[in-house]
């Protein structure tokens, strides 16, 4: 009997030691890029490098762990982008167009946070919820039909000057697709196979700074 209470006590103190519960709230401000859908990573590196203009944006997150540093990280991100198209003239030539897109990105990631000493790094992924909103009022009063599914992947890097308060580094990488059925074409004809196919419409990579505070 002894030894029995023994083993629970040791499995008891074993599962506490286990359990540990982190709740964590941040705010960063964000610099990134939309990258071309059909681009290859090594092109879009390239872009990003020659590039002379950049997004940015805000954002705030909360961070549910339990077990170990695993949990859930939830995550609004608004992020205004200037892109350019090409516009029809009245004289029959084109022109470059400036055009800025505001886009709200909602993203609750599975998340792992490894703590070591003053610096915690986490990673995770999960879904992206997206919507381009002119601003942040239009969001609050959508639909979710009017989201686009995607994935989110990221990481953070985070340093603590405090036992709660710390900065974060963090880094993004969402991707969005269109789904469509594959047509072949035989002989002049267009035939729908009812294949899906999935052709990506949104890659964009950006980098954030900010503080975080953990309650507890």
Known sequence: MKKIIAIAITAIC?????????????GRAIL???????SSL???????KDSDTFDFGFGAYGNFALFGGLGIQ???????SSITFLGDKKDGTTEEMPYELHTLDISPMVWLNLDLWKFTIGFGAGPNFSIVVPDLQTAAHSSKTDFVTGLIAGADFKF?????LGLVLSGRYIMEWQKSNYVLEAYGQSVDTNVPIYDPTRKTLYGGLGIEYKLF
């Open 160 to 164: 603590y000057i405090t036992d709660h």
């Open 32 to 38: 990134g890029s939309n990258l071309d859908p059909e």
């Open 42 to 48: 090594r092109d879009s590196a390239i872009t990003i």
């Open 74 to 80: 939830a995550e609004a991100n608004y992020i205004k």
């Open 14 to 26: 074993l599962a506490s030691a286990s359990f540990a519960l982190d709740l964590e709230f941040g």
